[in-house]
């Protein structure tokens, strides 16, 4: 995997959003050459209007997504093979994103865009564009969010794993990865209705984790990064 990793950034036209104007909005973008898209190194930390979706095992985490004009969404490679982000209606198509490598896309018009993988035809994805001020304060959770923390309690020394999700009701899963790579779990929950979970285990368990988010509706389950907790 390469070390510097590459995002690459497409802005889309602003427009009404209308169906009579999106046509026009995609020819104006199809006269635009790919080559003038600027290459920019991914960081570490996104700002509060930027949205992440990861590509893991062949399907995009989340699939659908509900933000705001004028949000950015970023796709990540999670997994090991090449992918792409290409609109059903020519808005954007990332071309080929290698594993560890991020492509972004800026929606400044409220409306509905389908997109899939053009590699892999299966892969479908959806990003609904609301009017900006839209959705509550904090907005909506666009991914997997998971965060370690510690607690003290008269039996010990627990590691909390909080977890947000789009997916109220969804089996929460915590894993523990074995010293010969595989994946065993250790805990279960259930996300509350506004998406949230938490977690424990012994702090004296140690070793890589993590969260695995099932939906009984037959979505693809979302996987979360490793965690490491510390000693």
């Given at each position: 995997?390469r070390?510097?990793?590459?995002?690459?950034?497409?802005?889309?036209?602003?427009?009404?959003g209308?169906?009579?104007s999106?046509g026009?909005r995609?020819?104006q973008?199809?006269l635009?050459?790919?080559?003038?898209?600027?290459?920019?190194?991914?960081?570490?930390?996104?700002?509060?209007?930027e949205?992440?979706v990861?590509?893991?095992s062949?399907?995009?985490?989340?699939a659908?997504?509900?933000?705001?004009?004028?949000?950015?969404?970023?796709?990540?490679?999670?997994?090991?093979?090449?992918?792409?982000?290409?609109?059903a209606?020519g808005?954007?198509?990332?071309?080929?994103?290698?594993?560890?490598?991020s492509?972004?896309?800026t929606?400044t018009?409220?409306?509905?865009?389908?997109?899939?993988?053009?590699?892999?035809?299966s892969m479908h994805?959806?990003?609904?564009?609301?009017?900006?001020?839209s959705?509550p304060?904090?907005?909506?959770?666009?991914a997997?969010?998971?965060?370690?923390?510690?607690?003290?309690?008269?039996?010990?020394?627990?590691?909390l794993?909080?977890?947000?999700a789009?997916?109220?009701g969804?089996?929460?899963?915590?894993?523990?990865?074995?010293?010969?790579g595989?994946?065993?779990?250790?805990?279960?929950?259930?996300l509350?209705?506004r998406?949230?979970?938490t977690l424990?285990?012994?702090?004296?368990v140690?070793?890589?984790?993590?969260?695995?988010?099932?939906?009984?509706?037959g979505?693809?389950?979302l996987i979360?990064?490793?965690?490491?907790?510390?000693?």
């Amino acid at each position: 995997m390469r070390e510097n990793r590459t995002a690459r950034t497409v802005r889309r036209l602003a427009g009404r959003g209308s169906r009579g104007s999106r046509g026009a909005r995609i020819a104006q973008l199809a006269l635009a050459p790919l080559a003038a898209l600027t290459p920019m190194p991914a960081t570490a930390s996104a700002a509060s209007t930027e949205v992440p979706v990861s590509i893991v095992s062949r399907a995009y985490q989340p699939a659908e997504l509900m933000v705001e004009a004028g949000q950015t969404v970023t796709w990540t490679n999670r997994g090991f093979g090449p992918h792409t982000v290409t609109a059903a209606g020519g808005e954007f198509d990332s071309g080929r994103i290698n594993a560890g490598e991020s492509f972004k896309v800026t929606f400044t018009t409220p409306g509905t865009f389908a997109y899939a993988c053009t590699i892999h035809p299966s892969m479908h994805g959806k990003v609904s564009v609301l009017a900006p001020g839209s959705l509550p304060p904090g907005g909506l959770p666009g991914a997997l969010k998971e965060t370690l923390a510690e607690a003290h309690t008269a039996h010990g020394r627990l590691t909390l794993v909080r977890v947000q999700a789009p997916r109220p009701g969804a089996s929460v899963l915590l894993q523990l990865r074995s010293p010969k790579g595989r994946w065993g779990t250790v805990r279960r929950a259930h996300l509350s209705s506004r998406g949230k979970a938490t977690l424990s285990i012994p702090a004296s368990v140690h070793g890589k984790l993590r969260v695995v988010v099932q939906d009984a509706g037959g979505a693809p389950p979302l996987i979360g990064k490793t965690l490491t907790p510390k000693r």
